[in-house]
């Protein structure tokens, strides 16, 4: 399941678009292509896959209530007791090794669903890893996002770091976004990851109805003044998601596609909504970005998929048996 994505640049859009569908269509759409990602060998068992971590996050939920936020701190400057992983990067690049990392949850969540990211991030060398959790009554994506930015402020004057990297699951990226494209957030955010985050909404937000749930909604006026223009945005975007995800539906719209935005759209195969955060070829995708970055944004190291400026790259995780190539732009 570890395997390596292949990037793309993706094309600019010409002419007028094709209109969506919209829907009772669009939503039993998005059902048939949840149920043909899932009927594959990769399918299945990204679905088994899901199913266990699920029930061990349930278990692990209680312990990430308790208190609002962890850090994972590297004390000091010396290096000779730390394992290789941890020691090569801090040796090759101190910067890139102690930038904070801030990791957002999603709705109805807390900061447990980073167990494993947390600790692969940790191993591979990263000296600040910090979680926080948002009440679980959340009902404004604004407002959250305001809170958000209290947060990072926090961190950048305790650390002395001007930007840090925010990691967000689901609404957490949402949230993570809106407060780097609407309240100036990019100037302390260098990079936003976001795992499975409904960027133009998602059709299972109409299954409930309060104030929060319509912001999800596709077309909403969250999403709408999200679209809006953001010019000389500084932060640059790495966004996964996946096509057996049960949350974002249709899944597609957890890719982002905004003219004003350095985005890398990563499509992965098989992986579900709660997996993401657990997924190797992520935590292997997100290490390797964040230790290759200048501050621009931009890939520094050969090898390292190209991540420049003021564009939208697309990438795919092959399927199961399918052959991962270098980097090839599409024409």
């Given at each position: 399941m570890a395997l390596a994505a292949r990037a793309a640049t993706t094309p600019q859009q010409t002419g007028t678009p094709t209109p969506a569908v919209k829907g009772p269509r669009a939503f039993f759409a998005a059902l048939g292509e949840v149920a043909g990602a899932l009927l594959t060998p990769t399918g299945l068992a990204g679905a088994a896959l899901e199913a266990s971590w699920m029930g061990l996050h349930l278990g692990l939920y209680p312990l990430g209530l308790l208190g609002p936020r962890a850090s994972d701190r590297r004390q000091g400057y010396r290096?000779?007791?730390?394992?290789?992983?941890?020691?090569?990067?801090?040796?090759?690049?101190?910067?890139?090794?102690?930038?904070?990392?801030?990791?957002v949850h999603g709705m109805v969540d807390n900061r447990s669903i980073f167990t494993v990211l947390r600790r692969g991030l940790v191993r591979r060398g990263f000296g600040r890893i910090e979680t926080i959790n948002y009440s679980i009554f959340t009902g404004d994506v604004r407002a959250a996002a305001a809170d958000l930015g209290a947060e990072v402020e926090r961190i950048v004057e305790e650390t002395g770091y001007e930007r840090i990297h925010v990691i967000?699951?689901?609404?957490?990226?949402?949230?993570?976004?809106?407060?780097?494209?609407?309240?100036?957030?990019?100037?302390?955010?260098?990079?936003?990851?976001?795992?499975?985050?409904?960027?133009?909404?998602?059709?299972?937000?109409?299954?409930?109805?309060?104030?929060?749930?319509?912001?999800?909604?596709?077309?909403?006026?969250?999403?709408?003044?999200?679209?809006?223009?953001?010019?000389?945005?500084?932060?640059?975007?790495?966004?996964?998601?996946?096509?057996?995800?049960?949350?974002?539906?249709?899944?597609?719209?957890?890719?982002?596609?905004?003219?004003?935005?350095?985005?890398?759209?990563?499509?992965?195969?098989?992986?579900?909504?709660?997996?993401?955060?657990?997924?190797?070829?992520?935590?292997?995708?997100?290490?390797?970005?964040?230790?290759?970055?200048?501050?621009?944004?931009?890939?520094?190291?050969?090898?390292?998929?190209?991540?420049?400026?003021?564009?939208?790259?697309?990438?795919?995780?092959?399927?199961?048996?399918?052959?991962?190539?270098?980097?090839?732009?599409?024409?």
């Amino acid at each position: 399941m570890a395997l390596a994505a292949r990037a793309a640049t993706t094309p600019q859009q010409t002419g007028t678009p094709t209109p969506a569908v919209k829907g009772p269509r669009a939503f039993f759409a998005a059902l048939g292509e949840v149920a043909g990602a899932l009927l594959t060998p990769t399918g299945l068992a990204g679905a088994a896959l899901e199913a266990s971590w699920m029930g061990l996050h349930l278990g692990l939920y209680p312990l990430g209530l308790l208190g609002p936020r962890a850090s994972d701190r590297r004390q000091g400057y010396r290096l000779g007791h730390l394992p290789p992983s941890q020691r090569g990067l801090a040796i090759q690049n101190v910067e890139a090794a102690e930038t904070p990392i801030l990791l957002v949850h999603g709705m109805v969540d807390n900061r447990s669903i980073f167990t494993v990211l947390r600790r692969g991030l940790v191993r591979r060398g990263f000296g600040r890893i910090e979680t926080i959790n948002y009440s679980i009554f959340t009902g404004d994506v604004r407002a959250a996002a305001a809170d958000l930015g209290a947060e990072v402020e926090r961190i950048v004057e305790e650390t002395g770091y001007e930007r840090i990297h925010v990691i967000g699951h689901s609404m957490g990226g949402l949230i993570a976004r809106y407060y780097v494209t609407r309240l100036g957030g990019d100037q302390h955010v260098h990079t936003l990851v976001t795992l499975g985050t409904p960027h133009q909404g998602s059709y299972l937000a109409y299954t409930w109805n309060n104030g929060l749930t319509r912001q999800l909604r596709p077309g909403s006026a969250l999403m709408k003044e999200l679209a809006a223009p953001v010019p000389e945005c500084q932060t640059r975007f790495l966004v996964y998601s996946s096509d057996l995800d049960q949350v974002v539906v249709p899944q597609h719209n957890a890719a982002l596609h905004h003219p004003d935005l350095n985005v890398h759209n990563i499509v992965l195969h098989g992986v579900g909504h709660m997996s993401l955060p657990i997924t190797s070829s992520v935590v292997h995708g997100i290490s390797t970005a964040l230790a290759h970055l200048d501050t621009s944004g931009a890939t520094v190291t050969p090898g390292v998929s190209s991540l420049g400026t003021r564009r939208t790259t697309a990438a795919r995780e092959p399927r199961l048996g399918a052959t991962a190539g270098r980097a090839t732009p599409t024409r």
